[in-house]
Nanobody, 123 residues
Framework: VQLQASGGGLVQAGGSLRLSCAAS????????MAWFRQAPGKEREFVAA????????YYADSVKGRFTISRDYADNTVYLQMNSLKPDDTAEYYC?????????????????WGQGTLVTVSS
C-alpha cells in the first residue's frame, strides 16, 4: 500500500489549507483512512478519520468545527479541509489506513502510513 500525502504549506492564522492523501495498492476490508499530526517534541495525535464503507467521520475535539475530512471514491483519495487555522495546528500531518473502525483514534492500530506533509501556521 502506498499513501501519498500533499497540500501542506505556510499559512497565516485564520487561513485555510486542504491536505490530500491518495491511496494505491491493496484493497482493505472496511477501510478507515485517517489523519494524524505530530508537532515538534510532541507525540503523534489523532486528527480525523473517515470510515469508507458508511461515510462516518470522527474528529479530535481540538479540530471539530474547523476541519472536515472527506473522500473521493473514484480516486481513493481522502481530503482534510482545514479552516480557521491556529498556530497550535502547526505540525507534520500524516495520513494512515487500517481495516475496520475499532480503535480508529489509536495510531498503533493503523497498518500503513504516508509520508508527512508540513503545515505551518504563523501568528
Amino acid at each position: 500500500v502506498q499513501l501519498q500525502a500533499s497540500g501542506g504549506g505556510l499559512v497565516q492564522a485564520g487561513g485555510s489549507l486542504r491536505l490530500s492523501c491518495a491511496a494505491s495498492g491493496r484493497t482493505f476490508t472496511s477501510p478507515v483512512m485517517a489523519w494524524f499530526r505530530q508537532a515538534p517534541g510532541k507525540e503523534r495525535e489523532f486528527v480525523a478519520a473517515f470510515v469508507w464503507s458508511v461515510g462516518w467521520t470522527y474528529y479530535a475535539d481540538s479540530v471539530k468545527g474547523r476541519f472536515t475530512i472527506s473522500r473521493d471514491y473514484a480516486d481513493n483519495t481522502v481530503y482534510l479541509q482545514m479552516n480557521s487555522l491556529k498556530p497550535d495546528d502547526t505540525a507534520e500531518y500524516y495520513c494512515a489506513v487500517k481495516s475496520g473502525a475499532y480503535g480508529l483514534t489509536l495510531r498503533n492500530k493503523y497498518d500503513y502510513w504516508g509520508q508527512g506533509t508540513l503545515v505551518t501556521v504563523s501568528s
